[in-house]
């Protein structure tokens, strides 16, 4: 089969593109035709790296690995960074909505692992690490719903981070225009800043939308007991998206952290696979669990839902 697979929901006209590589989603066209993810027009398809764009997912860890660790496990962990499968006979295009699902066994990972780590081809083996990822999508009039699970199929518990890096498209280069791109709905989350970490610890005041400015790179950590994500999010054109997510580990909900970002200018004429003039065209909002999940144990699975209603 190819790489990348459009599936269409026949009634609404909906759709969305999805490479094997990473199982990142590339593409969720709207039924009045918009496109409501970004990629970089400088994004590899060609498996060199993670895509630049679309959904890409990140797992086990979110960001580099711990400092002092020893791991050299890339940034943003494995899931993004190998060939997915499509499951066989899972494309599907019905009345209520159409759909697939590919899934990634560590097993069969041939990059991302890094050494050092729990993850590594070595102390996998002994560890008795293992998982199996599944990505299903599902698009409908209304919405796209990206429910990535992880099954500990090993001997042992293990902690991980999850996330979906989304970047949604922002329409007329308005991202720095705080009218016309803003993301509404993280009041109470106490804000990790990654440009000026001055601003750490601050909690986001509710009446105050999230906007860019430049570099923007925000964690928006859960308020207690938030176990839902619900934010708005102003994308150009006077148009405004909304996103939910939620997350669950061994069937207990769990609540979801949000990241905001943004390369701003100077960055993104850094980025090998960022159109330099681009940053004016996207906002990741990216919903993950970030905080202290709990050990995923043996036979369970943890499993973080996002869903973007495009009206
Ligand atoms: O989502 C925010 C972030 O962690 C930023 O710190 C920035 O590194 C971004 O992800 C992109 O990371 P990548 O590894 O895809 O270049």
New binding site residues.
Partial sequence: MSDVQTITHSKSGASFRIHRFGATVLSYKSPDGRENLFVSRDAKLDGSK?I?GGI?L?FPI??PPKEGSGSTM???GFA?NNVWTVKPGSAHDEDSHAGVALTLDLTDTKAGRGENNPWSESQAKTDGTGCRLTLDVKVDATSLTTNLVVENTGTDGFDFNM?Q?TYLAVDGRAAEDKDQCHVHGLGGYSIID?VDSSKSGATQSYDEDVTISGMV?K?HIHPEGHNTLKVKVGVGGGKAVRLEAYGEVADSPVPVSC?V?N?GKDAATK?GDFGDDQYQDMI?V?PGLLGHEPVLPPGKEARLTQIIFSS
């Fill in positions: 993670a630049r890409p990140v979110f960001g890339p940034q943003h993004r996330l890096h990654k790179d964690v990241v970002w390369p980025m990741c990216e």
